[in-house]
T-cell receptor, first 117, second 113 residues
């Protein structure tokens, strides 16, 4: 099955700095890679996702890059703000029809991001 | 609107109790999911419903019983739970199983005494 490794487990930055979180995956058939932000006491919130036919995607201060050859993808947050403090999870999945593995998200272990004012 | 709602927000139950968790979405999604999340860990998939039929059961103990009465509702019936079942229970939905973009609810925080 799929295995997703996420680093670092904790990340502390000053407000205004950039933050980068990296994930590697094992299943070359995975083609969908979402990132979730989870604040204390809340459910995971989808913040950005990327499909394997795209190398990079941006949404304001957040960007995700994907290297299919190396099987890794990264989340980049620029101009960090205290409200970015949360746990971030990467995940990998196969999209498309058929098979019992479709629709299953395999999560990384999470990164606790702390942004100091 | 990408809202998934879950009730109750908190639940405390004894090991002999029977209780139910409820999840609802009105996005027209045809796949719904139950996850269990322990503190400082990622969500773990428990069940997947696709078009109101159970399509994945990740070897979950029978004291957890899912039910999908219609395309908008998902229940998780709990009976004879153990203290180690205490966790955050998350519901998610997606357009269908092939779509994979999953939207999560806020979760039910369960404590088993």
């Amino acid at each position: 099955g799929e295995n997703v490794e996420q680093h670092p487990s904790t990340l502390s930055v000053q407000e205004g700095d950039s933050a980068v979180i990296k994930c590697t995956y094992s299943d070359s058939a995975s083609n969908y890679f979402p990132w979730y932000k989870q604040e204390l006491g809340k459910g995971p919130q989808l913040i950005i996702d990327i499909r394997s036919n795209v190398g990079e995607k941006k949404d304001q201060r957040i960007a995700v890059t994907l290297n299919k050859t190396a099987k890794h993808f990264s989340l980049h947050i620029t101009e960090t703000q205290p409200e970015d403090s949360a746990v971030y999870f990467c995940a990998a999945s196969r999209s498309g029809a058929g098979g019992t593995s479709y629709g299953k998200l395999t999560f990384g272990q999470g990164t606790i991001l702390t942004v100091h004012p | 609107d990408t809202e998934v709602t879950q009730t109750p927000k908190h639940l405390v139950m004894g090991m002999t109790n029977k209780k139910s968790l409820k999840c609802e979405q009105h996005m027209g999604h045809r796949a719904m999911y139950w996850y269990k999340q322990k503190a400082k860990k990622p969500p773990e998939l428990m069940f997947v419903y696709s078009y109101e039929k159970l399509s994945i059961n990740e070897s979950v103990p029978s004291r957890f019983s899912p039910e999908c009465p219609n395309s908008s509702l998902l229940n998780l019936h709990l009976h004879a739970l153990q203290p180690e079942d205490s966790a955050l229970y998350l519901c998610a939905s997606s357009q269908d199983r092939t779509g994979v973009t999953q939207y999560f609810g806020p979760g039910t925080r369960l404590l088993v005494l």
